[in-house]
């Protein structure tokens, strides 16, 4: 591949670190990347931590090969997931030190890296990128209250093990007079001599099950049931179960009285039901779950490349220095900014902090901190809207000599400190307003399969509001209790499951922008939001990602985005 004629503005199947071998030194102005958390999201492949190895040999790859030709780089194989993170938490920072070292160096002094995290893995993430060279400058948390609490109930979990459950009991009482009957007028000892102990004498097994002390286990039940010409009516005490327990029938208490609404798929409200815990140890630990809070924040890693001597000679040198700031304000308010000498107060005498010491700008200063729609409005509700925080004082002057606007009269309560009226706490930071049609944005003509654990729906459904969990929907006040339901139909357009809203992604590329615009590279694009921000910003990008589907899809949104005439 040459540079730049076969990179700018391309998507390319394949391997990131293979692909940015073939690229130049220092050659980028950003990279905006939402990298493997590792958590394996919804079982995908693509969320498995993996060395980015191909096997030519795998059939899965030979297979991809014959159908992609050059466009297939190879596939990934997987590294320890997750649940082994404390066992094999080297070897996860190790891949993500890989790909950090190699976009560093086609990145240019001073090139700014933002790369997603996951809340339970990014602080591998995050060493691993301050191992590779890069400098770690902030963490942008971007806030949403769309996130889906899944957590284990431990009361539930005891009474699955409810073993001194007394209908279980009494199961193993009938189970026990059967084998009995069925034994006859044989002595024991002719059945447990075929379940000799390990030192090769008789048991007491067959009295112990006769007597419902015990059960045996599969392996000896498939063969007591031959040896005793047995059904299967007793099967379910034994067959998929942990040892020596059984789960307990939990008490039903009722139903779920709500009512799907237009933005559900209607699938079984009024039909949960609402059940209690059944023995004593359940019904203490009633209420409690395992270590799973509801998600409501992603950090965004904010990390640049060391400028060479100074801001301002690596902006001559290299065209890319800092960040956009004024292009990331936030709002179109005036707001006042002082700029009184250093040491002096913010007010008193003329010029140390009087009035001829402000200047007026429009828009507030990019906060670390991103919120979507449904989180701005949580905030606005707890910080009531207001133009002041604090209400004058009855007999206080009305007037701030311009510095804070002027209030309408003495004792006024605040309601005019801003020009524009009054508005809530969410003033002070961005909100990225999703688009429920940007997801399949170009991709009408694709009939791809969705995601299945076995022929469920493509996201859980929650058995609370009936809503899925993709990423819109508001599951704040719900119990986390999902279900997986049959859809519809099983084709979508794009059915990646996690797609960043285009907003969000907009205000990344022009908070990263250079002042000729610059090339934005993401090594792990997915289904191409990142790109598309970068087409309606008119910056050049480079997109990677090693599976063919998800490439196909981000080339459609991106050939969905208009060109732009300026």
Known sequence: MKWPEDFLNQIICGDCLEVMKTMPDNCIDTVITDPPYGLEFMGKEWDKLSRNLMNPNSKKDIERKAKYGKNY??????LPDLSK???YGYEIQQWHYNWATEALRVAKPGATLLCFGGTRTYHRLACAIEDAGWILKDCIMWIYGSGFPKATDISKQIDKMAEKNIKIIEAKKE???WLKDKRGDKPQKEISKHFLSKTGGLTGCVANWELGFNLPTWEIWIKLKELLDLDNRFDYLIEGRPKNYIEAERKVMGKDSRKANSSSFNCGLGKWDITAPVTPEATLWNGWKSHGLKPAYEPILVCMKPNEVSYANNALKWGVAGLNIDGGRIGTEKVNVHDAPKGTFAGGK???GSIKNYRNHQGRYPANVILDE????LLDEQAPKTGAFAKVKSGHSGKSKGIYHDYAQRGDDGTTFYCNGLRGASRFFYCAKASK????????GLENVKFTAGNYSQSPVCKDCGKTLNGTNDHSNC???????EMKSKKTGNNHPTVKPLALMKYLCTLTKTPTGGIVLDPFCGSGTTLMACKELKRDYIGIDNNPEYCEIARKRVNAVPESLF
């Open 437 to 444: 049609s940007e997801r399949n944005r170009g991709c009408e």
């Open 374 to 377: 449904e989180s701005a409005g």
């Open 73 to 78: 780089a190879g596939r990934c194989s997987n």
């Open 479 to 485: 119990s986390g209790e999902i279900e997986y339901r």
């Open 85 to 87: 993170l404390n066992k």
């Open 175 to 177: 189970l026990g007079k």
């Open 350 to 352: 003329q010029n140390r």
